[in-house]
């Protein structure tokens, strides 16, 4: 009976204590309902469907982008093509040429490159191109034409001789001048001969043939103006070495040139070099340098001639078929 009764009274301890554990239970089922709610709530699914906005705007703008023309790209201008730039001596129904070295314009470029103005060459002298020069006009006896320039007799006696300071150790010899008078007589001369001191810097000493243009030997002296002249000429340049030349020591003489020659260069040490020139108008190569070898003549506007070797023949007129351009 005691038994019964205490087995009794343990069995309702054990429904109370399931009856807890099913609450607890239910209430930690609850508990985590809540959780999943609020973690998969309104803010979630806000944020998904702005996603979902997001991604169909992008795949919107993709598509709208790939339905426009697309522009073309910018690029930076394209430089000028050198056959293709104008060209000074170009017309507008000119079109360039596709090979350079073929183009006259291009050739026209290269000789103008070797080229400088009479002002930047030092080696010019006093008479310059473009200067008007006041001074006497004289005469004198010019016998066969000969003179301090050593270009031998010539048949032509339209020469004068320069006063002596602008003679300028021959610098002035084979120069073509234009001499005028105040009354506009003219004459053409060329310089090849020197009029020792006294003669005054701007004195021009005529041959009498070339004073009787411009007024009567009667008249001794005339006030003048005379300039730098290029003349038109069909003749060539010669070159001629000195009495006395060898391949030891040379003088070498330019003869027939249209323009003043400012510098004579030789061939020499794999380079060019220039040879001092002498009051008896011959450039000398004292330990023969560039005897017999090629020559480089410039003139005083600058344009230089390259002349082929020429053998060592004393007092020989030896043609090369070059000449200086008219200016």
Not at 148 to 167: E, F, K, R, S
Not at 200 to 211: E, R, T
Not at 270 to 283: K, T
Request: aromatic residues 6%; charged residues 15%; glycine residues 10%.
């Amino acid at each position: 009976m005691k038994a019964t009764r205490h087995a009794a009274r343990r069995r309702p301890g054990r429904r109370g204590l399931w009856t807890m554990t099913t609450a607890a239970l239910a209430a930690l089922g609850v508990l985590v309902y809540l959780v999943i709610t609020v973690r998969s709530g309104p803010g979630a699914h806000t944020d998904a469907g702005a996603g979902s906005r997001a991604g169909a705007a992008g795949r919107a703008a993709v598509a709208s982008a790939a339905s426009r023309p697309t522009p073309p790209s910018p690029t930076a201008p394209a430089a000028p093509s050198p056959s293709a730039s104008p060209s000074p001596t170009a017309t507008p129904s000119t079109t360039a040429s596709a090979t350079p070295s073929a183009s006259p314009t291009a050739r026209a470029s290269a000789r103008a490159a070797s080229r400088v103005t009479a002002a930047d060459t030092p080696s010019a002298g006093r008479i310059r191109p473009g200067v008007s020069y006041a001074g006497l006009a004289t005469h004198y006896d010019a016998g066969d034409g000969n003179g301090a320039c050593l270009y031998g007799p010539t048949d032509d006696l339209m020469v004068a001789a320069m006063n002596h300071t602008d003679y300028e150790s021959a610098k002035a010899c084979g120069a073509y001048i234009v001499v005028r008078t105040a009354a506009g007589a003219s004459v053409t001369v060329r310089v090849t001969n020197e009029c020792p001191l006294p003669c005054a810097p701007g004195q021009v000493d005529l041959s009498k043939q070339a004073f009787a243009k411009l007024a009567d030997l009667s008249a001794g002296r005339l006030s003048v103006t005379w300039s730098l002249l290029s003349p038109s000429t069909s003749d060539k340049i010669s070159v001629r070495y000195k009495t006395g030349s060898s391949a030891y020591w040379c003088g070498i003489q330019v003869v027939g040139h249209r323009n003043p020659v400012a510098r004579l260069e030789v061939a020499a040490d794999g380079g060019w070099r220039a040879l001092p020139r002498a009051d008896f108008n011959y450039f000398l190569s004292e330990q023969g340098a560039g005897c017999g070898k090629s020559l480089r003549v410039t003139d005083i506007y600058g344009e230089r001639l390259e002349i082929g070797a020429l053998p060592v023949r004393p007092d020989v007129l030896q043609p090369t078929g070059a000449q200086f351009s008219r200016h």
